[in-house]
Nanobody, 123 residues
Framework: QVQLVESGGGLVQPGGSLRLSCAAS????????IGWFRQAPGKEREGVSC????????YYADSVKGRFTISRDNAKNTVYLQMNSLKPEDTAVYYC????????????????WGQGTQVTVTP
């Protein structure tokens, strides 16, 4: 079975950094997408960043461009989200998800989800 396990969340001050990890297992695909999404209390889940295995292309929400970087380590079946210059608005539960086709920020394109990791940014 497909499993996605997030880690790396925590409590940081504004301007701080965190690196989230998404360890994936249980599938064999030549092409797929890994997306990072987040959900704050009372808000809908939103796309943060995603990466495609076809060409390594990456995408970012406008709110995180220039601050977050998505990367992958194919040998470890792991995708990372480096988060710098964190803001209180970044506070949310962060989820990684596996999509079976192209990378997109639309959460409806993702079939498998991790359990999430909490990121809290507060003074």
């Amino acid at each position: 079975q497909v499993q996605l396990v997030e880690s790396g969340g925590g409590l940081v001050q504004p301007g701080g950094s965190l690196r989230l990890s998404c360890a994936a297992s249980g599938f064999t695909l030549d092409y797929y997408a890994i997306g990072w999404f987040r959900q704050a209390p009372g808000k809908e889940r939103e796309g943060v960043s995603c990466i495609s295995t076809s060409d390594g292309s990456t995408y970012y929400a406008d709110s995180v461009k220039g601050r977050f970087t998505i990367s992958r380590d194919n040998a470890k079946n792991t995708v990372y989200l480096q988060m710098n210059s964190l803001k209180p608005e970044d506070t949310a539960v962060y989820y990684c998800a596996l999509g079976l086709s192209i990378a997109t920020m639309d959460l409806r394109a993702y079939d498998y989800w991790g359990q999430g990791t909490q990121v809290t940014v507060t003074p």
